[in-house]
């Protein structure tokens, strides 16, 4: 927002504009700019995931739309769910069935204003900055809920059940796998936390053999926190036939879809700046020149890949199994780890 | 309070646009409902019996743990903040220790739950 | 083996049996309606015969008898090797009694031959249709049941009662207080009865199970099939023997040159007519073709079932070599039609054998990637192991044969216990697996694909020059030569074509070791152009019979797990 603060103060027509009114008009920038950036954002990752998953499995994907590889496909599929029939079961709780996708959008969506893109590249610089979005996440699992109960549908609602279960359960380890870098750092903001980690590559948290831990109980519970293959329970196409948005239709359709590969950016962009190094390079002398929001978002679409490779590589769980490692080995584990982390700080200083 | 005003901006225009997406696809899209179309979709066949009923009791056992744990995490993070500071002053031993005790019924609740069988999915 | 058993029969039963009969080395039996039961369990019990597995049953309709059905049981040894076939005749509105008690793949066996014949067993568990629509009116398979009628039917059978699906949540909670907690004092959930198909991304083809689940667990489950039936089995009465062919292709799409394959094979040993030794060779090569393809099929959409969607385009690629041989070889991907009676539609064409060499190196380049990245996965294994095991006896009961029978840990295998087309002289092993779960299937069908291949590598190093059709004038079409040239030629050529190949008069089971296990025809010829009756043994009807007490217990996503690894293929399982 202090980007298009700035911008705005200098350009001409904005002079000797009121201060509220400035301000406003940036903050209507920055919201545009994140919607223009979740929904082209989301487009192209349903894209990146079509064509990772047909590379991976020995075919091409996408290759028609757009002449280059597909690339409008996700615009076509856009215009074609926008211009599709939409379905309302006689059953269905009317107004529960409405406000799921919205819900789910929204959610997905309010979790980028934190997202710290760069040192002045940030939507709402929160001093609870990550115990925001962990909040905002918590609203898909509503809209989860709604969807799977609102539909009147058996499936929609094994759907829903799973996945409530299934988000809330892991929201505990991906909770209690940042603490420790909270502690180091002293702070929720996440701009700040990225900020700890200025320098060489080896300053990252990733590469304190704590933290790494931290890491790698957030990535998997944060699969699950996305309904991501091993954890994709909730749709489980083989088991619930299309899970809690079996009923859904045309646009509706589309914002589950959205909202679910805007929240994967979410977790990745979180674990970018977490643990990740933020928007540095690793390299000090590089990032005078390297634009911050490029490398921040780079890294996440890396992660965001990771994601994507995992779901076309593993088998998923079955209920029990999810909970089984979720209760029995990631939330003692995250609980040791923050211990033994508070005990040595607390030793060394 | 400021630096809340973009996340309300944000809201409105997050439900202004996809309010008005769905209202462009009941113009755009066709509207041709039929009783069979309209109905659950459950494989193809007519459901029968209610789908509002007691969902199997694991679930809300789940909730309920959830509660609890999620309750003393939230606990968890005002401590984890400070930790540093108390470091820096010097009582990071003793606020660690404070901190154990704490620590220490969560763990205690998790092994009850545990050994009582209320991790089991069976 | 057999003679020694009719004798036995004969010893014990001597009053009961109509008539004892030899015919093709197929040991047949008729006895009395009334002492059907008791021969039946004779033949299960006594040491010298066990006949421990009951294939089939199978109806004939005579009309113009006085007691005008014939009910014929298929009976089989895997310990002893003994093969007996029982009969008995029954009047229109007569009741059978049930050997459901004895068998548990009798269950679905008799209601088959109620719902096409009208046959009524006595103390039948549950005396349902089957194949056919429960608001279909008439029998299909008889005689007189017009081959072109056709009957709509709408309304999907309620298969768990009223009282299941509403019974488990009523609204009124003071009436049901009682019911709140169960023994464990745990409070009670409502059950939920949810139909899993016809249309459901987990069934193949189209199968309909409604189950009872007590959250994610299955309580109570009961099938239906029959959304494929076609009544192939009418069809066959009304066609000359070579024009079933092509209907033969529809039964196991995925492995339609094995059946091709079955089919002739019945009718040649009906037809006591020996096949060139290069025809020999090239069924074979096609028939292990159609196993590798049907278990890359199955192994893949189970694993999808399982949620490793990747591995499903692994094999699929391996698979799409392979139909472009087929394709090159027989004109079609799937409906191959590839066999006539006495031979082959054409040879191999210019190539066959590098091509195929190719398409093997894919299918083994396949089966590489999807064990690496299975085989020990956690994940997999923990969602496939223990999963839907049936132990060696209750497969046995069920009338489980092939790759699921072999995973139980029995080596029956039609290929090694009654060898055909020469397999006894091909080097090739039968892996067998231990606990009969979910994990074993796979890897027992994935090690079937590394033996297909092996026999597959020596039928094509022996692979002799020769003819691919036998000569034999009861088949085959005469020279153009002689039909131009001879009067005999002449009116050979004009039977063949206008009446079809004339199949001498009698019964007969012709049974190969199919993908999916033990594929049999049971044909009864009266000596005309069409068959009298062809009943197919099809070997994932009596697997698929077995499925809803597989379940029972387990998770709705082992069910899914489970269902998928058993390879039922609809066009078969309905037909």
Known sequence: MEAFQQMLSQAGWAQGMQPWALSGLAMLFAGGTILGGVAVGAMFFIWTERKVAGYIQSRYGPMYVGHFHGVLQSIADGVKLLLKEDIWPTDADKFLFRIAPLLVFTGAFLSFVVLPFGPDFVGASLDIG??????????????????????????????????????????????????????????????????????????????????????????????????????????????????????????????????EYADMFVVSAIAVSVFLGGWYTGIPAVDAFVPAPLVFILKSVFLVFVQIWLRWTLPRLRVDQLMYVCWKVFIPLSLANLFIYGLIRSMVG | MNAYVPILVVMTIAVVFSLLFLVLSKLLGPSRPDPEKLTAYECGVPTRGSTNLRFYVRFYVVALLFLLFDLEAAFLIPWAVSFRSFVADGVGYSMFAAMTVFFGLLVVGLVYEWRKGALEWE | MTAKSLELLQQRFGAELVEVDDYLGDASVTVRKSAVHEVLAFCKDEPTLRCDLLLDIAGVDHPEREERFEVVYLLRSLQTGTRLRLKTTVADGDAVSTVSDLWRSANWAEREVYDLYGVRFEGHPDPRRILCHHEFEGHALRKDYPIGKGQMCYVPEALLTDQQVEGSHALDVESRSGQLQNVDGEIASDLLAINLGPSHPAMHGALRVEALLDGETIVDARSEIGYLHRCFE?????????????????????????????????????????????????????????????????????????????????????????????????????????????????????????????????????????????????????????????????????????????????????????????????????????????????????????????????????????PIQSPDRRVALPPKDEVYNSIEGMMNHFKLVFEGIQVPAGEAYGFIEGANGELGFYIVSDGSGNPYRMKVRPPCFPIFSSFTELVKGQMVADAIATLGGLNIIAGELDR
């Open chain 1, 130 to 259: 990550l115990f925001y979005a962990f909040a905002t996440s918590s609203l898909v699992v509503m809209g989860v809920i709604a969807a799977g109960w609102g539909s009147n549908n058996k499936w929609s609602l094994y759907g829903a059940m799973r996945g409530a279960a299934q988000v809330i359960s892991y929201e505990i380890p991906l909770g209690l796998a940042v603490l420790p870098v909270v502690m180091s750092v002293g702070s929720l903001n996440l701009g700040t936390l990225a900020e700890a980690q200025r320098g060489w590559l080896w300053s990252w948290h990733l590469f304190n053999p704590i933290f790494f831990v931290s890491f790698v109980i957030y990535l998997i519970s944060s699969l699950a926190e996305v309904n991501r293959v091993p954890f994709d329970l909730p749709e489980t196409e083989s088991e619930l036939v299309s899970g809690y948005h079996t009923e859904y239709t045309g646009m509706k359709f589309a914002f589950f879809f959205l909202g």
């Open chain 3, 234 to 466: 009418k069809e066959a009465e009304d066609h000359t023997w070579q024009q079933i062919i092509p209907y033969t292709d529809r039964l196991n799409y995925v492995s339609a040159l094995t059946n091709n394959v079955a089919y002739v094979h019945a009718v040649e040993k009906m037809l006591q007519l020996e096949v060139p030794e290069r025809a020999r060779v090239i069924r074979v090569i096609v028939s292990e073709m159609g196993r590798i393809m049907d278990h890359l099929v199955c192994v893949g959409t189970n694993l999808v079932d399982i949620g490793a969607l990747t591995n499903f385009w692994y094999f699929f690629n391996a698979r799409e070599y392979m139909y472009e041989v087929v394709e090159r070889l027989c004109g079609e991907r799937l409906t191959t039609s590839y066999t006539r009676i006495g031979g082959l539609y054409r040879d191999l064409y210019e190539g066959f054998e590098s091509d195929l060499r190719f398409a093997l190196t894919k299918v083994a380049e396949g089966v590489k990637d999807v064990t690496g990245l299975v085989q020990r996965n956690r994940i997999f294994m923990d969602r496939a192991i223990g999963v839907g095991a049936m132990s060696a006896e209750d497969a046995i009961d069920w009338g489980w044969t092939g790759p699921c029978l072999r995973s139980t840990g029995v080596d029956y295998d039609v290929r090694k216990a009654f060898p055909y087309l020469g397999y006894e002289t091909y080097d090739f092993d039968i892996p067998v697996g231990e606990n009969g779960d979910c994990y074993d299937r796979i890897l027992c069908r994935i090690e079937e694909i590394h033996q297909s291949m092996r026999i597959i590598d020596q039928a094509l190093k022996r692979l002799p020059d020769g």
